[in-house]
Protein backbone atom coordinates (compact mmCIF):
# COMPACT_ATOMS: atom_id res chain seq x y z
CA UNK A 1 0.00 0.00 0.00
CA UNK A 2 1.67 3.37 -0.83
CA UNK A 3 2.04 5.82 1.88
CA UNK A 4 -0.72 7.55 3.22
CA UNK A 5 -3.28 6.39 0.23
CA UNK A 6 -5.84 4.70 2.96
CA UNK A 7 -6.39 7.93 4.50
CA UNK A 8 -6.48 10.01 1.09
CA UNK A 9 -9.39 7.64 0.11
CA UNK A 10 -11.26 7.77 2.67
CA UNK A 11 -11.44 11.33 2.07
CA UNK A 12 -12.46 11.32 -1.19
CA UNK A 13 -15.19 9.11 -0.74
CA UNK A 14 -16.83 11.82 2.21
CA UNK A 15 -15.71 14.75 0.31
CA UNK A 16 -17.57 12.75 -3.20
CA UNK A 17 -20.56 12.01 -1.24
CA UNK A 18 -20.89 15.49 0.08
CA UNK A 19 -20.21 16.88 -3.37
CA UNK A 20 -22.93 14.69 -4.79
CA UNK A 21 -25.71 16.82 -3.24
CA UNK A 22 -24.72 20.05 -4.85
CA UNK A 23 -23.81 18.82 -8.47
CA UNK A 24 -26.63 18.67 -11.27
CA UNK A 25 -24.21 17.49 -14.22
CA UNK A 26 -24.80 13.75 -14.90
CA UNK A 27 -21.55 12.98 -15.95
CA UNK A 28 -20.59 14.30 -12.85
CA UNK A 29 -22.95 12.82 -10.28
CA UNK A 30 -21.58 9.45 -12.21
CA UNK A 31 -18.04 10.19 -11.44
CA UNK A 32 -18.72 11.38 -7.76
CA UNK A 33 -20.82 7.79 -7.35
CA UNK A 34 -17.99 5.99 -8.31
CA UNK A 35 -15.42 8.33 -6.15
CA UNK A 36 -17.79 7.72 -3.13
CA UNK A 37 -16.29 3.89 -3.08
CA UNK A 38 -12.71 5.06 -2.81
CA UNK A 39 -10.24 5.45 -5.99
CA UNK A 40 -10.76 2.19 -7.53
CA UNK A 41 -14.02 3.30 -7.53
CA UNK A 42 -14.29 4.07 -11.57
CA UNK A 43 -11.77 1.09 -12.32
CA UNK A 44 -14.46 -1.17 -10.73
CA UNK A 45 -17.14 0.05 -12.69
CA UNK A 46 -15.02 -0.66 -15.79
CA UNK A 47 -14.65 -4.40 -14.31
CA UNK A 48 -18.10 -4.61 -14.41
CA UNK A 49 -18.53 -3.02 -18.46
CA UNK A 50 -15.47 -5.55 -19.53
CA UNK A 51 -17.46 -8.58 -17.93
CA UNK A 52 -20.77 -7.48 -19.91
CA UNK A 53 -18.75 -6.90 -23.35
CA UNK A 54 -19.57 -10.51 -24.48
CA UNK A 55 -18.35 -10.02 -27.88
CA UNK A 56 -14.94 -8.19 -26.76
CA UNK A 57 -15.65 -5.20 -29.00
CA UNK A 58 -15.23 -2.95 -25.98
CA UNK A 59 -18.36 -1.04 -26.85
CA UNK A 60 -21.52 -0.79 -24.89
CA UNK A 61 -25.23 -0.05 -26.37
CA UNK A 62 -27.34 1.51 -24.20
CA UNK A 63 -28.95 -1.51 -22.54
CA UNK A 64 -25.60 -3.08 -21.41
CA UNK A 65 -24.58 0.18 -20.25
CA UNK A 66 -27.85 0.80 -18.12
CA UNK A 67 -27.40 -2.58 -16.97
CA UNK A 68 -23.95 -2.10 -16.21
CA UNK A 69 -25.11 0.65 -14.19
CA UNK A 70 -27.33 -1.06 -12.24
CA UNK A 71 -25.37 -3.77 -11.81
CA UNK A 72 -22.97 -1.89 -10.23
CA UNK A 73 -25.82 -0.40 -8.00
CA UNK A 74 -25.58 3.17 -9.35
CA UNK A 75 -28.17 5.46 -8.34
CA UNK A 76 -29.09 6.60 -11.64
CA UNK A 77 -32.67 7.16 -13.40
CA UNK A 78 -32.73 6.38 -17.00
CA UNK A 79 -33.11 9.90 -18.36
CA UNK A 80 -29.69 10.16 -16.92
CA UNK A 81 -28.55 7.61 -18.24
CA UNK A 82 -29.87 8.12 -21.29
CA UNK A 83 -28.36 11.61 -21.19
CA UNK A 84 -25.08 10.52 -20.62
CA UNK A 85 -24.85 7.81 -23.08
CA UNK A 86 -25.57 10.39 -25.79
CA UNK A 87 -22.87 12.96 -24.16
CA UNK A 88 -20.26 10.03 -25.07
CA UNK A 89 -22.03 8.64 -27.77
CA UNK A 90 -20.63 10.98 -29.99
CA UNK A 91 -21.14 10.16 -33.45
CA UNK A 92 -24.60 8.68 -32.87
CA UNK A 93 -23.95 5.44 -32.99
CA UNK A 94 -25.70 4.01 -30.41
CA UNK A 95 -22.59 2.57 -28.53
CA UNK A 96 -20.14 3.87 -26.42
CA UNK A 97 -16.28 3.28 -26.25
CA UNK A 98 -15.91 2.13 -22.70
CA UNK A 99 -12.38 2.70 -22.21
CA UNK A 100 -13.08 6.20 -23.70
CA UNK A 101 -15.54 6.33 -21.41
CA UNK A 102 -13.51 5.38 -18.16
CA UNK A 103 -10.89 7.65 -18.98
CA UNK A 104 -13.65 10.84 -18.96
CA UNK A 105 -15.18 10.02 -16.09
CA UNK A 106 -11.47 10.12 -14.49
CA UNK A 107 -11.16 13.29 -12.62
CA UNK A 108 -9.20 15.94 -14.29
CA UNK A 109 -6.03 16.94 -13.11
CA UNK A 110 -3.86 19.95 -13.98
CA UNK A 111 -0.81 19.55 -16.01
CA UNK A 112 1.51 20.07 -12.74
CA UNK A 113 0.05 16.94 -10.84
CA UNK A 114 -0.12 14.92 -14.66
CA UNK A 115 3.88 15.42 -14.39
CA UNK A 116 4.81 14.39 -10.87
CA UNK A 117 2.79 11.20 -11.39
CA UNK A 118 4.89 10.81 -14.70
CA UNK A 119 7.87 11.42 -12.39
CA UNK A 120 6.92 8.48 -10.37
CA UNK A 121 6.37 6.42 -13.31
CA UNK A 122 9.58 7.11 -14.80
CA UNK A 123 11.43 6.38 -11.82
CA UNK A 124 9.42 2.83 -11.57
CA UNK A 125 9.94 1.85 -15.18
CA UNK A 126 13.72 1.26 -15.04
CA UNK A 127 13.69 -0.43 -18.88
CA UNK A 128 11.88 2.58 -20.07
CA UNK A 129 9.44 0.94 -22.02
CA UNK A 130 6.39 2.31 -20.77
CA UNK A 131 5.21 -0.45 -18.70
CA UNK A 132 6.23 -1.47 -15.09
CA UNK A 133 7.25 -5.01 -14.82
CA UNK A 134 8.30 -6.40 -11.63
CA UNK A 135 12.09 -6.30 -13.67
CA UNK A 136 11.83 -3.31 -13.37
CA UNK A 137 10.82 -3.27 -9.48
CA UNK A 138 13.98 -5.01 -9.00
CA UNK A 139 16.18 -2.36 -9.41
CA UNK A 140 13.90 0.19 -7.47
CA UNK A 141 12.31 -1.47 -4.82
CA UNK A 142 13.39 -3.27 -2.15
CA UNK A 143 11.12 -6.66 -1.19
CA UNK A 144 13.20 -7.42 2.19
CA UNK A 145 11.60 -4.60 4.34
CA UNK A 146 7.66 -6.45 3.45
CA UNK A 147 5.96 -7.97 6.38
CA UNK A 148 5.59 -11.08 4.80
CA UNK A 149 8.69 -11.65 2.61
CA UNK A 150 10.36 -11.38 6.65
CA UNK A 151 7.81 -14.11 7.53
CA UNK A 152 8.44 -16.63 4.93
CA UNK A 153 5.21 -16.47 3.35
CA UNK A 154 5.83 -14.57 0.26
CA UNK A 155 9.03 -14.40 -2.21
CA UNK A 156 10.47 -11.67 -3.71
CA UNK A 157 8.42 -11.59 -6.78
CA UNK A 158 5.37 -12.29 -4.89
CA UNK A 159 5.58 -8.62 -2.77
CA UNK A 160 6.23 -7.45 -6.44
CA UNK A 161 3.35 -8.72 -7.38
CA UNK A 162 1.15 -7.87 -5.31
CA UNK A 163 2.76 -4.01 -4.92
CA UNK A 164 2.13 -3.82 -9.27
CA UNK A 165 -1.73 -5.40 -8.12
CA UNK A 166 -2.25 -2.21 -6.62
CA UNK A 167 -2.22 -0.17 -9.47
CA UNK A 168 -3.45 -2.50 -11.93
CA UNK A 169 -6.39 -2.64 -13.59
CA UNK A 170 -8.72 -4.74 -11.17
CA UNK A 171 -10.20 -6.29 -14.19
CA UNK A 172 -7.04 -7.49 -16.05
CA UNK A 173 -4.29 -7.64 -13.38
CA UNK A 174 -1.48 -8.81 -15.70
CA UNK A 175 1.34 -7.88 -13.87
CA UNK A 176 2.00 -5.28 -16.11
CA UNK A 177 1.30 -1.63 -15.23
CA UNK A 178 0.74 1.32 -18.10
CA UNK A 179 0.90 4.49 -17.58
CA UNK A 180 -2.57 4.66 -18.14
CA UNK A 181 -3.53 2.36 -15.59
CA UNK A 182 -0.79 4.42 -12.97
CA UNK A 183 -2.78 7.50 -13.78
CA UNK A 184 -5.79 6.25 -13.07
CA UNK A 185 -4.91 5.17 -10.07
CA UNK A 186 -3.28 8.89 -9.22
CA UNK A 187 -6.52 10.56 -10.28
CA UNK A 188 -8.72 8.67 -8.18
CA UNK A 189 -5.96 9.64 -5.19
CA UNK A 190 -5.81 13.12 -6.50
CA UNK A 191 -9.16 14.12 -6.35
CA UNK A 192 -8.86 13.69 -2.94
CA UNK A 193 -6.58 16.45 -2.26
CA UNK A 194 -6.89 19.85 -2.72
CA UNK A 195 -4.03 21.54 -4.03
CA UNK A 196 -1.24 21.15 -5.79
CA UNK A 197 0.98 21.82 -3.62
CA UNK A 198 0.14 19.17 -1.48
CA UNK A 199 -0.65 16.64 -4.06
CA UNK A 200 3.59 17.15 -4.97
CA UNK A 201 4.84 17.24 -1.77
CA UNK A 202 2.77 13.68 -1.08
CA UNK A 203 4.12 12.20 -4.43
CA UNK A 204 7.56 13.77 -3.77
CA UNK A 205 7.54 11.82 0.05
CA UNK A 206 6.18 8.95 -1.57
CA UNK A 207 8.91 7.94 -4.56
CA UNK A 208 11.24 9.75 -2.84
CA UNK A 209 11.67 12.28 -6.56
Known amino acids: QMPGTARHDREMAIQAKRNLSKTTDPVERLRLQCLARGSAGIKGLGRVFRIMDDDNSRTLDFKEFVKGLNDYAMMIDKEEAQEIFQIFDKDGSGTIDFDEFLVTLRPPMSNARKEIIMQAFRKLDKTGDGVITIEDLRGVYN ?61 KNAWKL
Open 143 to 203: AKHHPKYQNGDWTEDQVFRAFLDNFDSPYDKDGKVTTEEFMNYYAGVSASIDTDVYFIVMM
